[in-house]
């Protein structure tokens, strides 16, 4: 049959997966660092996840298609929890499938599963923006405040990635870090913890325009200034996966082949995640 269903340019997408948390249907995945659609049976059609690609690469296009499969839909979405379910039935209902939300209430009943309450629904709405972009607040641990300044572990300046060479001596047989922008605002120990010891590259795989210099820059510092070991600095929100995949592409384009570290850190500011990868 021909139905709308999206379509992913292959070209525009990097990888970044900030349309994975808004398609709780589970149609689209990360394969090979490009999102990929996996199914047919599982899109809905109705583009939950436009408006979220930073690249501009997810469109909605008519096409000959497997129907879509509300009860195989239900099978993922319930996984995900009482939030899922309800913000999946909320996108039905506000764009008018009473089919599919008869279905999917059907299938809730038949499964002893509770369907939430719809109706004069007086909660903030389901949060569907950029995971990066939502508003949070933390309460945190008061810590004793230490006697004098804090030395920084910087050595070397520019920092930024638009703005560093490769060619600066200071990159040379160095353990670099490249961290993303936020980084060092979140993790107050960024300095003795991570940086000590190393040469350093900032940058924004959301925001950055023209990312396609970090790859050649990367590079650059791989063959050319011979960095030892690159260890990436992310947040845990999905579009910094992006800069993890520039220097997967750097490595991979490089002659010479270096240990890449990944390391996660979490909103609060803890390492949620540090290995070689």
């Known amino acids: 049959m021909k139905r709308n269903i999206i379509s992913i340019d292959e070209q525009k997408c990097n990888g970044c997966g ?16 490009k999102a990929r659609l996996v199914s047919d049976l599982m899109c809905d059609g109705l583009g939950a996840c436009l408006g979220h690609c930073p690249q501009g690469a997810i469109t ?11 009860r195989k839909v239900m099978v993922n979405i319930v996984k995900q929890g009482p939030g899922t379910i309800k913000a999946h039935l909320l996108h039905l209902k506000e764009h ?14 038949e499964n002893g599963i509770g369907v939430p309450e719809l109706e004069n629904d007086a909660s903030p ?12 607040s933390f309460q945190k641990v008061k810590h004793t405040e230490t006697e004098g300044p804090v030395a920084s572990e910087l050595n070397h300046w520019p920092i930024q990635m638009h703005l560093i060479s490769p060619l600066s001596p200071h990159y040379k047989d160095s353990d670099m870090v490249l961290a993303a ?21 900032i940058g924004c795989p959301k925001l950055d325009e023209n990312q396609e210099v970090y790859l050649e820059k990367l590079t650059a510092l791989i063959d050319i200034a011979k960095i030892n070991t690159l260890t990436v600095v992310i947040m845990q929100v999905p579009c910094c996966m992006g800069l993890l995949n520039l220097a997967r592409k750097a490595i991979d384009a490089a002659s010479r082949k270096i240990p890449l570290k990944c390391v996660v850190v979490s909103l609060q500011g803890e390492i949620l995640n540090e290995e070689w990868v």
């Open 125 to 136: 709405k389901h949060f569907s923006g950029c995971p990066g972009a939502k508003s949070l």
């Open 18 to 33: 900030l349309c994975i948390p808004n398609c709780p249907e589970g149609a689209i995945q990360i394969i090979d660092n």
């Open 181 to 201: 922008d936020c980084v060092a605002f979140s993790f107050g120990d960024f300095h003795r913890k991570l940086l000590k010891g190393k040469t350093l590259g």
């Open 60 to 70: 909605v296009i008519e096409r000959e298609a497997e129907s879509y499969d509300e």
């Open 96 to 109: 008018g499938q009473t089919e599919y939300l008869e279905e999917a209430v059907k299938f809730l009943q």
